[in-house]
Nanobody
Framework: QVSLVESGGRSERTGGSVNLSCKGIPLIPSFDMSEYCLGWFRQTPGKEREGVAA???????RYADSVEGRFTISKDNTKNTLDLQMDNLQPEDTATYVC??????????????????WGQGTEVTVSS
């Protein structure tokens, strides 16, 4: 019902900021992003994919402990976009970031099978 496309990944120094965006491209005319909860995940080689942040249909947000206070997830249903503002970046934030969507009111950070639609990912590299 939707194709997700991430953008904004780049290299940044420790302590810097990066904003990621995820655009939802409707595949059916009746698609309404307000009916979907959304999340951001990240993955590095050799590690399991980690749920980073999620936002419910009512705007409630939740974050992994590792990013709480540094990352902010937000959405704009009118533009079909999902953002992840990442501040005070650390080398351990280096990863491929992927957005995901599920047609539920609430999205957890895990398990991944909760989510139906996934983007291809955008890379963030943080160097000291």
């Amino acid at each position: 019902q939707v194709s997700l496309v991430e953008s904004g990944g780049r290299s940044e120094r420790t302590g810097g900021s990066v904003n990621l965006s995820c655009k939802g491209i409707p595949l059916i005319p009746s698609f309404d992003m307000s009916e979907y909860c959304l999340g951001w995940f990240r993955q590095t080689p050799g590690k399991e994919r980690e749920g980073v942040a999620a936002i419910d249909t009512d705007g409630t947000t939740r974050y992994a402990d590792s990013v709480e206070g540094r990352f902010t997830i937000s959405k704009d249903n009118t533009k079909n976009t999902l953002d992840l503002q990442m501040d005070n970046l650390q080398p351990e934030d280096t990863a491929t970031y992927v957005c995901a969507a599920a047609k539920f009111s609430r999205c957890p950070l895990a398990p991944e099978i909760w989510y139906t639609f996934w983007g291809q990912g955008t890379e963030v590299t943080v160097s000291s």
